[in-house]
Protein backbone atom coordinates (compact mmCIF):
# COMPACT_ATOMS: atom_id res chain seq x y z
CA UNK A 1 0.00 0.00 0.00
CA UNK A 2 0.83 3.61 -0.57
CA UNK A 3 -0.12 5.29 2.37
CA UNK A 4 -0.10 9.16 3.18
CA UNK A 5 -1.24 11.11 6.59
CA UNK A 6 -2.27 14.59 6.62
CA UNK A 7 0.29 15.31 9.42
CA UNK A 8 -0.04 19.29 9.27
CA UNK A 9 -1.30 18.93 12.81
CA UNK A 10 1.49 17.06 14.51
CA UNK A 11 4.22 19.29 13.91
CA UNK A 12 4.80 21.18 17.11
CA UNK A 13 7.88 22.01 19.88
CA UNK A 14 5.70 20.38 22.36
CA UNK A 15 3.53 17.80 21.25
CA UNK A 16 0.23 16.70 22.98
CA UNK A 17 -2.72 15.15 22.46
CA UNK A 18 -3.08 14.64 18.74
CA UNK A 19 0.21 15.30 17.95
CA UNK A 20 1.12 12.41 19.98
CA UNK A 21 -1.29 9.88 18.76
CA UNK A 22 0.12 10.86 15.02
CA UNK A 23 3.68 10.59 16.04
CA UNK A 24 3.03 7.17 17.84
CA UNK A 25 1.01 4.96 15.40
CA UNK A 26 3.29 6.59 13.04
CA UNK A 27 6.67 5.01 14.25
CA UNK A 28 4.19 1.83 15.57
CA UNK A 29 3.12 1.54 11.35
CA UNK A 30 6.65 2.02 10.21
CA UNK A 31 8.25 -0.35 12.31
CA UNK A 32 4.75 -3.19 11.63
CA UNK A 33 5.61 -2.73 8.07
CA UNK A 34 8.99 -2.40 7.26
CA UNK A 35 9.28 -3.12 3.55
CA UNK A 36 5.86 -3.70 2.82
CA UNK A 37 4.05 -0.58 2.00
CA UNK A 38 5.33 3.19 1.41
CA UNK A 39 4.49 6.25 3.68
CA UNK A 40 4.19 10.01 2.89
CA UNK A 41 3.74 12.87 5.52
CA UNK A 42 1.70 15.24 3.96
CA UNK A 43 2.09 19.05 5.05
CA UNK A 44 -0.19 21.83 3.44
CA UNK A 45 1.96 24.61 1.68
CA UNK A 46 1.04 26.99 4.60
CA UNK A 47 3.69 25.53 7.03
CA UNK A 48 6.73 25.52 4.17
CA UNK A 49 7.53 28.78 6.30
CA UNK A 50 7.97 26.83 9.29
CA UNK A 51 9.69 23.69 7.89
CA UNK A 52 12.31 23.63 10.15
CA UNK A 53 10.21 22.77 12.87
CA UNK A 54 7.90 20.03 10.87
CA UNK A 55 7.75 16.95 12.03
CA UNK A 56 9.81 14.14 9.35
CA UNK A 57 11.61 11.37 10.81
CA UNK A 58 14.36 10.10 8.99
CA UNK A 59 12.81 6.80 7.82
CA UNK A 60 9.67 8.46 5.85
CA UNK A 61 8.62 10.55 2.76
CA UNK A 62 7.42 14.28 3.55
CA UNK A 63 6.02 16.44 0.90
CA UNK A 64 3.89 20.00 0.94
CA UNK A 65 0.71 20.19 -1.04
CA UNK A 66 -1.69 22.59 -1.78
CA UNK A 67 -5.24 22.19 -0.40
CA UNK A 68 -6.67 24.89 -3.31
CA UNK A 69 -6.32 21.71 -5.92
CA UNK A 70 -8.61 19.31 -5.38
CA UNK A 71 -8.61 17.91 -9.05
CA UNK A 72 -5.45 16.15 -8.76
CA UNK A 73 -5.47 12.44 -9.15
CA UNK A 74 -3.69 10.91 -6.21
CA UNK A 75 -0.72 8.40 -6.27
CA UNK A 76 -1.84 7.24 -3.18
CA UNK A 77 -3.80 4.35 -1.76
CA UNK A 78 -5.01 6.02 1.27
CA UNK A 79 -4.88 9.31 2.63
CA UNK A 80 -5.48 9.36 6.69
CA UNK A 81 -6.27 12.48 8.41
CA UNK A 82 -4.55 12.93 12.10
CA UNK A 83 -7.02 15.94 12.40
CA UNK A 84 -9.99 17.24 10.41
CA UNK A 85 -8.89 17.94 6.98
CA UNK A 86 -8.67 15.24 4.12
CA UNK A 87 -7.29 16.26 0.74
CA UNK A 88 -9.77 16.54 -1.88
CA UNK A 89 -8.02 14.11 -4.57
CA UNK A 90 -9.39 11.35 -6.51
CA UNK A 91 -8.23 7.64 -6.27
CA UNK A 92 -6.94 7.29 -2.95
CA UNK A 93 -9.94 6.07 0.25
CA UNK A 94 -9.88 8.51 2.30
CA UNK A 95 -9.88 8.66 6.39
CA UNK A 96 -9.79 11.04 9.12
CA UNK A 97 -9.78 10.67 12.58
CA UNK A 98 -11.94 12.12 15.30
CA UNK A 99 -11.14 12.17 18.61
CA UNK A 100 -14.24 13.50 20.38
CA UNK A 101 -17.58 15.78 19.49
CA UNK A 102 -17.95 17.23 23.34
CA UNK A 103 -18.10 20.79 20.95
CA UNK A 104 -21.54 19.11 19.91
CA UNK A 105 -22.43 17.23 22.67
CA UNK A 106 -22.16 20.50 25.19
CA UNK A 107 -22.95 22.96 22.13
CA UNK A 108 -22.26 25.49 24.99
CA UNK A 109 -19.98 28.53 24.66
CA UNK A 110 -18.70 28.70 28.25
CA UNK A 111 -16.62 25.08 27.37
CA UNK A 112 -15.10 26.81 24.59
CA UNK A 113 -14.79 30.08 22.76
CA UNK A 114 -17.48 30.87 19.80
CA UNK A 115 -14.74 31.22 17.03
CA UNK A 116 -14.00 27.35 17.89
CA UNK A 117 -16.96 26.25 17.88
CA UNK A 118 -17.52 27.56 14.63
CA UNK A 119 -14.11 25.94 13.63
CA UNK A 120 -14.93 22.67 14.61
CA UNK A 121 -18.33 22.57 13.22
CA UNK A 122 -16.97 23.44 9.66
CA UNK A 123 -14.36 20.68 10.24
CA UNK A 124 -17.28 18.45 10.98
CA UNK A 125 -19.19 19.05 7.89
CA UNK A 126 -16.33 18.83 6.12
CA UNK A 127 -15.09 15.40 6.82
CA UNK A 128 -18.85 14.65 6.28
CA UNK A 129 -18.58 15.77 2.97
CA UNK A 130 -15.13 14.56 1.67
CA UNK A 131 -13.72 11.26 4.11
CA UNK A 132 -14.77 7.91 3.19
CA UNK A 133 -14.55 6.64 6.21
CA UNK A 134 -13.76 7.33 10.10
CA UNK A 135 -11.55 6.58 12.69
CA UNK A 136 -12.32 7.24 16.20
CA UNK A 137 -10.71 6.23 19.47
CA UNK A 138 -13.96 4.86 21.61
CA UNK A 139 -17.20 3.54 21.10
CA UNK A 140 -18.56 6.24 23.37
CA UNK A 141 -17.26 8.86 20.32
CA UNK A 142 -17.99 6.62 17.35
CA UNK A 143 -21.86 6.95 19.11
CA UNK A 144 -21.38 10.75 18.99
CA UNK A 145 -19.78 10.48 15.04
CA UNK A 146 -23.37 8.75 14.39
CA UNK A 147 -25.18 10.79 16.35
CA UNK A 148 -24.63 14.23 15.91
CA UNK A 149 -22.78 14.27 12.57
CA UNK A 150 -24.77 11.84 10.27
CA UNK A 151 -21.65 9.62 9.69
CA UNK A 152 -22.75 5.80 8.50
CA UNK A 153 -22.04 3.49 11.63
CA UNK A 154 -20.38 0.69 8.76
CA UNK A 155 -18.24 3.30 7.69
CA UNK A 156 -16.41 4.20 11.48
CA UNK A 157 -14.15 1.99 13.10
CA UNK A 158 -12.48 2.16 16.41
CA UNK A 159 -9.01 1.73 17.36
CA UNK A 160 -8.33 2.51 20.33
CA UNK A 161 -5.25 4.16 21.78
CA UNK A 162 -2.28 3.53 23.76
CA UNK A 163 0.04 4.23 26.41
CA UNK A 164 3.71 4.79 26.30
CA UNK A 165 5.99 2.13 27.98
CA UNK A 166 7.43 4.90 30.16
CA UNK A 167 4.39 4.73 32.02
CA UNK A 168 5.39 2.34 35.13
CA UNK A 169 6.15 2.67 38.89
CA UNK A 170 9.17 4.62 39.42
CA UNK A 171 11.61 4.25 42.23
CA UNK A 172 11.50 5.90 45.28
CA UNK A 173 14.61 8.28 44.28
CA UNK A 174 13.06 9.45 41.13
CA UNK A 175 9.79 9.82 43.00
CA UNK A 176 11.92 12.08 45.76
CA UNK A 177 13.93 13.94 42.41
CA UNK A 178 10.88 14.83 40.89
CA UNK A 179 8.85 16.46 44.12
CA UNK A 180 12.23 18.16 44.36
CA UNK A 181 12.34 19.25 41.30
CA UNK A 182 8.40 20.62 41.34
CA UNK A 183 8.88 21.66 45.15
CA UNK A 184 6.64 19.41 46.22
CA UNK A 185 6.11 18.59 49.74
CA UNK A 186 4.50 15.54 51.71
CA UNK A 187 1.36 13.99 49.85
CA UNK A 188 -0.38 14.63 46.96
CA UNK A 189 -3.45 14.32 45.26
CA UNK A 190 -2.63 14.72 41.56
CA UNK A 191 -4.24 16.30 38.22
CA UNK A 192 -2.77 16.20 34.76
CA UNK A 193 -4.50 18.35 32.10
CA UNK A 194 -5.74 22.05 30.66
CA UNK A 195 -6.64 24.12 33.33
CA UNK A 196 -10.13 24.52 31.90
CA UNK A 197 -13.68 24.64 32.65
CA UNK A 198 -13.82 21.73 30.26
CA UNK A 199 -11.77 19.64 33.05
CA UNK A 200 -13.86 20.83 35.58
CA UNK A 201 -10.89 22.37 37.36
CA UNK A 202 -12.64 24.50 39.65
CA UNK A 203 -15.34 22.15 40.81
CA UNK A 204 -12.54 19.87 42.01
CA UNK A 205 -11.12 22.22 43.98
CA UNK A 206 -14.10 23.01 46.00
CA UNK A 207 -14.15 19.62 46.18
CA UNK A 208 -10.92 19.08 47.61
CA UNK A 209 -11.71 21.96 49.94
CA UNK A 210 -14.98 20.36 50.88
CA UNK A 211 -13.60 17.25 52.35
CA UNK A 212 -10.80 18.42 53.87
CA UNK A 213 -8.03 17.28 52.07
CA UNK A 214 -6.19 20.01 52.09
CA UNK A 215 -5.47 19.67 55.49
CA UNK A 216 -3.46 16.02 55.00
CA UNK A 217 -3.01 16.60 51.11
CA UNK A 218 -1.42 19.06 48.54
CA UNK A 219 -3.60 19.01 45.67
CA UNK A 220 -0.96 19.53 42.62
CA UNK A 221 -2.79 20.80 39.25
CA UNK A 222 -0.24 20.16 36.41
CA UNK A 223 -1.40 21.64 32.92
CA UNK A 224 -1.33 24.91 31.26
CA UNK A 225 -3.88 27.65 31.69
CA UNK A 226 -7.08 27.31 29.18
CA UNK A 227 -10.03 28.38 28.35
CA UNK A 228 -12.39 29.80 31.36
CA UNK A 229 -9.05 28.37 33.38
CA UNK A 230 -8.78 32.24 35.52
CA UNK A 231 -12.14 31.18 36.84
CA UNK A 232 -10.93 27.84 38.48
CA UNK A 233 -7.59 29.39 39.93
CA UNK A 234 -9.29 32.45 41.37
CA UNK A 235 -11.18 29.68 43.81
CA UNK A 236 -8.04 28.17 45.25
CA UNK A 237 -8.09 32.22 46.48
CA UNK A 238 -11.46 32.45 46.90
CA UNK A 239 -10.91 29.46 50.00
CA UNK A 240 -7.56 30.76 50.81
CA UNK A 241 -5.95 27.09 49.97
CA UNK A 242 -2.85 28.94 48.35
CA UNK A 243 -0.67 27.08 50.38
CA UNK A 244 -2.11 23.39 49.84
CA UNK A 245 -2.61 23.51 45.60
CA UNK A 246 0.20 23.35 43.29
CA UNK A 247 0.24 24.84 39.63
CA UNK A 248 2.48 23.54 37.60
CA UNK A 249 2.05 24.86 34.23
CA UNK A 250 4.68 22.43 32.64
CA UNK A 251 6.16 19.45 33.40
CA UNK A 252 8.82 17.80 31.38
CA UNK A 253 7.56 14.48 29.98
CA UNK A 254 9.83 12.19 31.49
CA UNK A 255 8.96 13.28 34.84
CA UNK A 256 5.41 12.55 34.52
CA UNK A 257 5.78 9.08 35.54
CA UNK A 258 7.32 9.68 38.74
CA UNK A 259 4.72 12.30 39.51
CA UNK A 260 2.00 9.76 39.18
CA UNK A 261 3.84 7.22 40.91
CA UNK A 262 4.17 9.67 43.64
CA UNK A 263 0.57 10.27 44.31
CA UNK A 264 -1.42 9.34 46.81
CA UNK A 265 -3.91 9.47 43.50
CA UNK A 266 -4.91 10.80 40.36
CA UNK A 267 -7.98 13.14 40.46
CA UNK A 268 -9.58 13.55 36.93
CA UNK A 269 -13.41 14.56 36.66
CA UNK A 270 -12.98 16.00 33.32
CA UNK A 271 -16.96 16.70 31.99
CA UNK A 272 -16.21 14.58 28.60
CA UNK A 273 -13.05 12.63 27.49
CA UNK A 274 -13.15 10.87 23.82
CA UNK A 275 -11.06 8.88 25.15
CA UNK A 276 -8.83 10.08 28.11
CA UNK A 277 -5.43 9.06 28.13
CA UNK A 278 -4.24 10.09 31.60
CA UNK A 279 -6.36 7.75 34.28
CA UNK A 280 -4.69 4.91 31.85
CA UNK A 281 -0.89 5.99 32.53
CA UNK A 282 -1.43 7.01 36.32
CA UNK A 283 -3.07 3.08 37.00
CA UNK A 284 -0.13 2.23 34.51
CA UNK A 285 2.44 3.96 37.59
CA UNK A 286 0.11 1.67 40.64
CA UNK A 287 -1.63 4.84 41.14
CA UNK A 288 -5.69 5.13 42.05
CA UNK A 289 -7.35 7.07 39.89
CA UNK A 290 -10.95 8.88 40.23
CA UNK A 291 -12.49 10.23 37.03
CA UNK A 292 -16.16 10.60 35.64
CA UNK A 293 -19.34 9.32 34.70
CA UNK A 294 -19.57 10.87 31.89
CA UNK A 295 -17.94 10.85 28.20
CA UNK A 296 -15.60 7.69 27.24
CA UNK A 297 -13.68 7.14 30.52
CA UNK A 298 -16.44 4.71 31.84
CA UNK A 299 -15.71 2.66 28.63
CA UNK A 300 -11.78 3.35 28.76
CA UNK A 301 -11.42 2.59 33.18
CA UNK A 302 -14.53 0.16 33.71
CA UNK A 303 -14.43 -0.86 36.80
CA UNK A 304 -10.59 0.05 37.68
CA UNK A 305 -11.35 3.83 38.28
CA UNK A 306 -13.35 5.51 41.07
CA UNK A 307 -16.20 7.12 38.89
CA UNK A 308 -18.07 10.16 39.88
CA UNK A 309 -20.86 12.13 38.75
CA UNK A 310 -18.46 15.91 37.83
CA UNK A 311 -21.32 17.99 38.27
CA UNK A 312 -21.72 17.64 41.68
CA UNK A 313 -18.69 18.65 44.21
CA UNK A 314 -20.05 16.31 46.70
CA UNK A 315 -19.78 13.60 44.77
CA UNK A 316 -16.21 14.54 43.71
CA UNK A 317 -15.80 14.70 47.15
CA UNK A 318 -16.96 11.74 48.06
CA UNK A 319 -15.18 10.04 45.61
CA UNK A 320 -11.69 11.57 46.70
CA UNK A 321 -12.35 9.50 50.04
CA UNK A 322 -12.95 6.13 48.04
CA UNK A 323 -9.63 6.84 46.32
CA UNK A 324 -7.80 7.16 49.41
CA UNK A 325 -9.17 3.55 50.51
CA UNK A 326 -8.39 1.68 47.31
CA UNK A 327 -7.45 -1.55 47.78
CA UNK A 328 -3.62 -2.95 46.74
CA UNK A 329 -5.65 -5.31 44.40
CA UNK A 330 -7.55 -3.24 43.08
CA UNK A 331 -4.61 -1.25 42.34
CA UNK A 332 -2.53 -4.31 40.51
CA UNK A 333 -5.39 -5.39 38.29
CA UNK A 334 -5.70 -1.51 36.90
CA UNK A 335 -2.25 -1.87 36.72
CA UNK A 336 -3.02 -5.38 34.13
CA UNK A 337 -5.88 -3.05 32.97
CA UNK A 338 -3.85 -0.04 31.37
CA UNK A 339 -0.99 -2.16 30.01
CA UNK A 340 -3.15 -4.13 27.40
CA UNK A 341 -3.57 -0.26 25.52
CA UNK A 342 -0.49 0.11 23.68
CA UNK A 343 0.81 2.12 20.83
CA UNK A 344 1.37 -0.95 18.36
CA UNK A 345 -1.98 -2.47 19.37
CA UNK A 346 -3.17 0.99 17.67
CA UNK A 347 -1.25 0.65 14.95
CA UNK A 348 -2.57 -2.75 14.38
CA UNK A 349 -5.68 -1.87 14.63
CA UNK A 350 -5.41 1.22 12.36
CA UNK A 351 -3.42 -0.72 9.32
CA UNK A 352 -6.52 -3.38 9.37
CA UNK A 353 -8.65 -0.58 8.84
CA UNK A 354 -6.18 0.63 5.73
CA UNK A 355 -6.76 -3.23 4.45
CA UNK A 356 -10.40 -3.77 5.18
CA UNK A 357 -11.59 -0.02 3.26
CA UNK A 358 -9.23 -1.16 0.45
Known sequence: MKIAFEASSISTYKPTGIANYGRSIIAELIDLCRDQDD???????????????????????????????PHLSSKYDVI?????????WRNAVKISTIYDLFVLVSGEEKYFPKKFIQRKQKNYRTIKNTA???????????????DKIGFP??????????????????????????????????????FVGNISS??????????????????????VLCGANSYHGDTALQEIDELKINSRVHVLDYADDQDLPALYSGASGFVFPTLYEG??????????????????????????????????????????????EKLLNVTPEKIAAAKYHAKQYTWRRCAEETLNVYRKVL
Do not use: W
Open 198 to 219: RKNVRRLIQAFHAGKFHKDFQL
Open 80 to 88: HSLDAYVPK
Open 132 to 146: DYVITISETTKKDIV
Open 275 to 320: FGLPPLEAMACETPVLTSTTGAAPEVCGEHAVLVDPYSVDDIAAGI
Open 39 to 69: FTLLHKISRYRKRNTLYRPNNINSSFYIPQL
Open 153 to 190: SDKVYVTPLGIASDFKTQTDDAIQFVKSKYRISGNYLF
